[in-house]
């Protein structure tokens, strides 16, 4: 059957707006490995693609400019190769020329996927392409596609190049990993007719990465699932971590300690004490670790309530990454089987909190729909009173501060069936709303709230303290 592009409307839209524009369009394309960037645009333009360059892990500039000879040689349907251009500069030209035969009156498409194993240290391949764009691509009003999975490379040296590509892209497409309610598409499409309870197991163990959801087999709850593709000898995902980042950062050691320390913890890490148990180097080169991670979707920044920026904590966001290293790396050698075990154990139980919290973390949008808030400027953040021995200290995990005079305040809980409220949790709530009025001094309204898996069984304890209870089908909203 052939692979349908599922969901992406909006990502899709503006390649499609890249086609249809009168004018030449360089159009940057980013997310991080395996979520989906080069088949989305494979299916977008389809044989409007004219040429395709795809890079060459770990491969000399010489080898580059060699696959290059044989692209072109197969475009142009020749049989013998065509000379193998000595620089990249001189490939352009060879580009050009070839180009130069297609139809004038069809709009062309020139895709360069994994452009940052292209344009290595002294390549010489961005300054061939900034000849390209400016010598000839506008000329012929061509869309010129540009991928990577290192996003933060991308952003870096493509977007906000200061050289000859300065301001020349036009259209930028952060493809961003599935949500909820687009996993939920892309599995029953692929006839899994999984629930939605067994929809977020599998996604707070895989993330919403489509290469890794294409491995989720119908017949198997999500527990045989994440088995199977996580534990068993030829699993899917067994060993993904150990070449994730070393495909996507040049040096990847200190990027896989950051997201090492920063998966011990719940609550977040301040940059000082992640190069402290990270044993990373002071100065610049941690602040760029962070900015590069941040930037390619593993970590998040979150901004504690009140705080200043230098106050910034950063959270493991990345789900397969906690998975592993909270679970595969160290069982992965007791069996296929062996998260029917773990699953049952407290170390699970901690990560489903911790998991459930990242889920809702990410999906604001679909929690302020069903708020009824979608059009109200909310700005989302933590809150962290460290107690001493006279003050208990109080955290929240998630609030909303609306422009509409109310915050609300997140309880996030992670149960198997309805959940209830006992008196020493309400007393802990009451705690915590009455810690962050005296400490933050807000005029704000408090609205206490709670998400939680299959909602709230209210009894006196919750009632007049929790006055919106939202649920994991509101995350697919």
């Known amino acids: 059957m052939e692979p349908e592009l599922l969901g992406r409307e909006e990502e899709q839209q503006i390649l499609l707006d890249a086609l249809n524009s009168r004018e030449a369009e360089m159009v940057a394309v980013f997310g991080r490995r395996r979520v989906g960037k080069t088949f989305l645009v494979k299916q977008t333009y389809g044989e409007r693609i004219a040429f395709e360059l795809t890079g060459l892990q770990h491969a000399s500039n010489a080898d580059q400019l060699q696959n290059f000879s044989l692209q072109l040689t197969e475009r142009m349907k020749l049989a013998l190769p065509v000379k193998i251009p000595t620089n990249w500069l001189e490939a352009f030209y060879l580009l050009a020329n070839f180009l130069r035969e297609q139809p004038a009156d069809q709009r062309s498409v020139i895709f360069f996927d994994e ?33 990577g999975s290192a996003a933060s490379w991308m952003i870096q040296k493509i977007v906000n190049d200061r050289g000859g590509l300065h301001n020349r892209i ?27 309870y067994q929809i977020a197991q599998i996604y707070m163990a895989l993330g919403g990465i489509p290469h890794y959801l294409k491995a989720v087999e119908a017949g ?6 994440i088995s199977d593709i996580c534990f068993s000898p030829n699993g899917l995902l067994r060993d993904e971590f150990t ?10 050691d200190n990027h896989i300690a950051v997201v090492r320390v920063l998966a011990q913890s719940r609550q977040g890490i ?21 900015e590069e991670l941040e930037q390619s979707g593993f970590i998040t920044a979150y901004y504690p309530f009140g705080k200043k920026k230098k106050d910034v904590l950063y959270r493991l966001t990345d789900e397969y990454s906690l998975f592993y290293l909270r679970f595969i790396e160290k069982n992965k050698e007791e069996g296929r089987d062996i998260w029917q075990l773990l699953s049952q154990t407290q170390a699970a139980k901690i990560w489903n909190g911790y998991a459930y919290e990242n889920l809702c973390l990410k999906h604001l949008q679909p929690i302020k729909k069903v708020l009824g808030i979608a059009g109200v400027y909310a700005i989302a953040a933590t809150f962290l009173h460290r107690g001493d ?3 208990q200290g109080a955290q929240i995990d998630l609030l909303l501060d609306r422009n509409d005079q109310v915050i609300n305040l997140f309880e996030i809980k992670f149960y198997t069936s309805e959940y209830t409220l006992t008196e020493a949790e309400a007393k802990a ?7 962050f009025q005296q400490i933050t001094g ?8 709670m998400i939680t898996t299959f909602g709230l069984k209210h009894n006196k304890h919750s009632l007049g303290l929790v006055e919106k209870v939202l649920t994991l089908e509101d995350l697919f909203e």
């Not at 391949?125 to 540009?146: E, K, P």
């Not at 198997?220 to 699932?225: D, L, R, T, V, Y």
């Not at 807000?442 to 709230?449: G, V």
């Open 170 to 196: 036009t259209k930028r497409v952060f493809l961003k990993p599935f949500t909820l309610a687009e996993t939920e598409q892309y599995l029953h499409h692929r006839n899994v007719p999984y629930n939605r």
């Open 389 to 391: 021995e006279q003050d």
């Open 115 to 147: 452009v940052p194993w292209l344009a290595g240290h002294k390549s010489g391949f961005l300054m061939g392409l900034s000849w390209f764009w400016n010598s000839f691509a506008v000329t012929r009003q061509l869309v010129v596609v540009i991928c």
């Open 220 to 225: 198997k709850s999500a527990a045989q699932n």
């Open 243 to 252: 070449r994730l980042y070393p495909a996507l950062f040049a040096h990847a």
């Open 442 to 449: 807000t005029r704000k309204y408090l609205m206490m709230s």
């Open 270 to 290: 301040s940059r000082p004490n992640i190069v402290k148990l990270g044993k990373l180097p002071e100065g610049g080169s941690t602040s760029k670790i962070l």
């Open 429 to 435: 709530l009451r705690h915590k709303m009455g810690v």
